[in-house]
């Protein structure tokens, strides 16, 4: 039977569901990709002549693949070079949305999720916008602060972002259902990495960008 959709209005960063359904027992998702690009510099041994010391910082960079390559000695999968980092939030209200990997075997897609390990906590969004109530549309933009932590037994680290994000109107079988947030955030943080040509984990200090994308709402039961 078709869910009959009464808009309502709800906010937190990448999902705020403006809907309500008709059944009580229905979960509102939202999907996204999640896409790491961060700078690591870390310290490397002292050079000299005999006037000068020179300092030498390294660098490294951070990616999704490098992220999942980490992942897969905890959750035991060998993951291909197509998985994808995925944040899924549940609506109203969801300050700690799940991190998962989507990978695909058999041509089959398959969710692995690597929250416990790789955690996102929304800390503050700051909506600047509209919404139309009838019919609901959602428009605007958004400041959004959101924290991301790897913590594995030899490596981890933290950033923050913060970012101008899009506020936009996502639907369920053309009806809307949830306000989304999209964009990229300004990323800096520090951690402990393994780097090569470096023996052993040092510390690094990480800058970058972290790209939310995609409005992708499941609604199911519960």
């Not at 959709?5 to 937190?12: G, K």
């Not at 999942?68 to 300050?95: H, K, M, Y």
């Amino acid at each position: 039977m078709r869910n009959i959709i009464q808009p309502v209005l709800m906010s937190c960063l990448l999902v705020a569901s403006v809907a309500q359904s008709a059944a009580q027992n229905t979960v509102i998702n939202v999907i996204q990709e999640l896409r790491f690009k961060l700078t690591g510099y870390y310290q490397l041994n002292d050079t000299e002549n005999s006037k000068t010391v020179f300092r030498n910082a390294g660098k490294i960079t951070v990616t999704n693949n490098d992220i999942i390559n980490l992942l897969e000695g905890e959750v035991g999968i060998v993951f291909s070079p197509d998985a994808r980092l995925l944040l899924i939030s549940t609506a109203p209200v969801d300050l700690t949305p799940k991190v998962v990997i989507r990978d695909r075997f058999e041509s089959e897609p398959f969710d692995t999720d690597v929250t416990q390990y790789f955690s996102a906590e929304v800390l503050t969004s700051i909506e600047d916008g509209k919404i139309n109530k009838n019919p609901f549309k959602a428009s605007g933009s958004s400041y959004d602060v959101i924290v991301f932590e790897l913590n594995l037994p030899e490596v981890e680290f933290r950033v923050v972002g913060f970012g101008k994000t899009k506020v936009s109107t996502g639907k369920s079988e053309g009806e809307p259902v949830t306000i989304v947030h999209t964009g990229k955030v300004d990323a800096s943080g520090n951690g402990e990495l393994q780097v090569t040509p470096v023996s052993g984990v040092v510390p690094v200090a990480l800058t970058g960008t972290v790209e939310i994308s995609g409005s992708n709402v499941k609604v199911s039961a519960e």
